[in-house]
T-cell receptor
Framework: DAGITQSPRYKITETGRQVTLMCHQT?????MFWYRQDLGHGLRLIYY???????DKGEVPDGYVVSRSKTENFPLTLESATRSQTSVYFC?????????????FGEGSRLTVL | QQQVKQSPQSLIVQKGGISIINCAYE??????FPWYQQFPGKGPALLIA?????SEKKEGRFTISFNKSAKQFSLHIMDSQPGDSATYFC????????????FGDGTTLTVKP
């Protein structure tokens, strides 16, 4: 089915471990984004990508790494997880060229760092 | 510095009532103002959006009112239903900023039957 799929949907890990959250979209949208959602903070942008091999920092990038070797995939890696990275992570995509800027979100990945 | 401020944080409305959520923005370069609706366990999804060249947009029971001079916009839900219970996010976006959207902190709406 077309859309954005995130995996895993739920993940429990320990402090210091490396974790990778996967995001795959089937629309061939140029832009992809990673947001984290925390109570009282809404949605905060971690990293975004305008195209394959082009990435840039958002509002809260520290502790995260992204890559985009293919247009459809945008994985987010926590190199050494910390408790403060316990959150719900949303991947989103949009197509600005000829589009409205509407964001299409995945269903989220809930990460717990013990 | 928060660029989009949303209020209230939570809202309880009786079935059939009007729900009103307000947002204020600072950056006059924003050119697209969407509202997203999020149900528990799901990702946000676009509900309705407006561009700054119009003052109001209505889609069914949902209306956006936009005041460019005051840099404010609001979501009105008429005849609120229990199925409208969700978290609502306002956002602001401009194409010259690499497609990034700035979100408000969200409003949790509960519609009581």
């Amino acid at each position: 089915d077309a859309g954005i799929t995130q995996s895993p949907r739920y993940k429990i890990t320990e402090t210091g471990r490396q974790v990778t959250l996967m995001c795959h979209q089937t629309w061939s949208h140029s832009y992809m984004f990673w947001y984290r959602q925390d109570l009282g903070h809404g949605l905060r942008l971690i990293y975004y990508s305008a195209a394959a091999d082009i990435t840039d920092k958002g509002e809260v990038p520290d502790g995260y790494v992204v890559s985009r070797s293919k247009t459809e995939n945008f994985p987010l890696t926590l190199e050494s997880a910390t408790r403060s990275q316990t959150s719900v992570y949303f991947c989103a995509s949009s197509e600005l060229q000829g589009g409205t800027g509407e964001l299409f979100f995945g269903e989220g990945s809930r990460l717990t760092v013990l | 510095q928060q660029q989009v401020k949303q209020s209230p944080q939570s809202l309880i409305v009786q079935k059939g009532g009007i729900s009103i959520i307000n947002c204020a923005y600072e950056n006059t370069a924003f050119d697209y103002f969407p509202w997203y609706q999020q149900f528990p366990g799901k990702g946000p999804a676009l509900l309705i959006a407006i561009r700054p060249d119009v003052s109001e947009k209505k889609e069914g029971r949902f209306t956006i009112s936009f005041n460019k001079s005051a840099k404010q916009f609001s979501l009105h839900i008429m005849d609120s239903q229990p199925g409208d219970s969700a978290t609502y996010f306002c956002a602001a976006h401009h194409n010259t900023n690499a497609g990034k959207s700035t979100f408000g902190d969200g409003t949790t709406l509960t519609v009581k039957p």
